[in-house]
């Protein structure tokens, strides 16, 4: 599919885990990354990854958050450990197939393919 789609929201207890998935075409080679935006809040990078599997975390999430790929199966994912309330928000997976070209991961603008959203809700 064109658009990046996404799976594995939830709701879940402070200090649970998430894994969010999230398929894509013309995968192997394409710059993917993690976006969150919580109600009132701008949209904010987590994680980005590029076909050389170079991460970059936003400093919140870092220790907590992996993000990684699986090229054989065309999905993205992004494991979320220690949840805090404030990891709350709708989660976008973003692609650019061509490649990150040495665009930052965690920079919106990077991305012209963004899936629906997946809700996380952490409460305390």
């Known amino acids: 599919q064109v658009q990046p789609v996404e799976s594995g929201g939830g709701s879940v207890q402070a200090g649970g885990s998430l894994r969010l998935s999230c398929t894509a075409s013309?995968?192997?080679?394409?710059?993917m990354g993690w976006f969150r935006q919580a109600p009132g809040k701008e949209r904010e990078g987590v994680a980005g990854?590029?076909?050389?599997?170079?991460?970059k975390y936003a400093d919140s999430v870092k220790g907590r958050f992996t993000i990684s790929r699986d090229n054989s199966k065309n999905t993205l994912y992004l494991q979320m450990n220690s949840l805090k309330p404030e990891d709350t928000g709708m989660y976008y997976c973003?692609?650019?197939?061509?490649?990150?070209?040495?665009?930052?991961?965690?920079?919106?603008?990077?991305?012209?393919?963004w899936g629906q959203g997946t809700q996380v809700t952490v409460s305390s």
């Open positions: 990854i590029d076909s050389d599997i170079i991460t």
């Open positions: 013309g995968f192997s080679s394409s710059c």
């Open positions: 973003a692609a650019r197939y061509d490649g990150c070209g040495g665009r930052m991961l965690l920079n919106p603008t990077t991305y012209p393919r």
